[in-house]
């Protein structure tokens, strides 16, 4: 087992695309990605370090099956997650919005996981700067930063490496020292 463990909720199949991405860059340092769907909350807690990934689907909503999803994902996985104890587990987030076309509600899906981590006592670690991007509004802005790593693919998949790697670099130490 990899020392952190990386679980997503998907759609279309790009947030799964980015926590692969994630995972091959971290190397023996994390174990494959889960989608949430095929996942338990004693799959999460074995893990002291935890990336957790979603894109924002519809109307700023987790991914699901009421928001018109495919399958099962954050949005019916979260509620077993109250209650758990994720004390001394560090957590970061990632998460996929399109700030053209959903400005008004860009990556808001984020906030729900972090709301709920953060309640559930874990450390969330990875804030990012909303410099580089263009919206209107976003729930997953806390003290002028995104409560994690923001990816536009749609609109700006020519920097999604490059902030991946900065990200990585960023929050690697702390997830490894869990």
Known sequence: MG?????????????????????????????????????????????????????????GELPG???????????????????????GKVVALFGLGDQEGYGHEFVDALIFIYD?????????????????????ASKAVVEDEFVGLVIDHDNQSDLTDERLDEWLEMVKPELLAA
């Open 116 to 136: 709920q981590v953060i309640e559930n006592g874990a450390k969330v670690v990875g804030a990012w700067p909303t410099d580089g991007y263009s919206f209107e």
């Open 65 to 87: 099956l009421s928001s018109g999803g495919s399958a099962e994902s954050w949005e019916e996985f979260l509620p077993q997650l109250k209650g758990a104890d994720l004390s």
């Open 3 to 59: 020392k952190i463990g990386i679980f997503f909720g998907s759609d279309t199949g790009n947030t799964r695309r980015v926590a692969k991405t994630i995972a091959k860059k971290l190397g023996d340092d994390a174990d494959a990605p889960v989608n949430v769907n095929k996942a338990t909350v004693d799959d999460l807690l074995k893990y002291d370090a935890l990336i957790l990934g979603t894109p924002t689907l519809g109307d």
